[in-house]
C-alpha cells in the first residue's frame, strides 16, 4: 500500500490563510448586498437604482449618475465604512489582500522550518511585495 505524502508545512501555511481570508471575505461580500436591498436608506449607491441601471447595460459614469451621484474617486469605501456598500468593499479588499497576506505568512514558515528555505522565503517575500505594490496601483 502506497504511504500518502504530506504538502511542506509553509505551502500549508498559504492555503489556510488563503482558505479562511478569502470565506471571511465572501461572507462580508454576501452580506453586504443583501442588507443593502433590505434597507436601502443605509447605502452610498441607491440599490433601487443601481440594479436596473445596470441591467440596461448602462457605462460605469451612467450607472454613477443613476445610483449615487458623481464618482467619489478610488478607495471612497473607506469613507463609506458606516454604508453596506462600504462593508461589501470591505470583503473585496480582504479577499484581494489574502494573497499578499499568505504569502507573507508562507515566507515566514519557510523561515521557522528546518533546515531553513531562504531562497523560498525571499521569494514568497519578493511575490508578496509585487502582489502588495501591483494592488496599490504602484507596478
Known amino acids: 500500500m502506497e504511504q500518502s505524502r504530506m504538502p511542506p508545512g509553509p505551502q500549508v501555511v498559504y492555503g489556510k490563510v488563503v482558505f479562511w481570508l478569502c470565506i471571511v471575505a465572501a461572507s462580508i461580500s454576501v452580506i453586504g448586498p443583501v442588507l443593502a436591498v433590505a ?78 528555505s531562504y531562497g523560498w522565503a525571499m521569494a514568497s517575500l519578493l511575490i508578496s511585495l509585487t502582489v502588495l505594490t501591483s494592488a496599490m496601483g504602484l507596478l
Do not use: C
Request: proline residues 8%.
Open 39 to 116: 434597507f436601502p436608506d443605509h447605502t452610498f449607491m441607491k440599490p433601487q437604482y443601481l440594479f436596473p441601471a445596470i441591467w440596461e447595460g448602462n457605462g460605469p459614469e451612467a450607472v454613477w449618475q443613476q445610483a449615487g451621484g458623481e464618482f467619489p474617486g478610488g478607495h471612497f469605501w473607506i469613507s463609506s465604512l458606516d454604508t453596506w456598500d462600504g462593508i461589501t468593499q470591505l470583503g473585496l479588499v480582504i479577499g484581494m489582500a489574502s494573497a499578499f497576506l499568505a504569502l507573507l505568512a508562507a515566507s515566514i514558515a519557510y523561515l521557522l522550518e528546518r533546515p531553513r
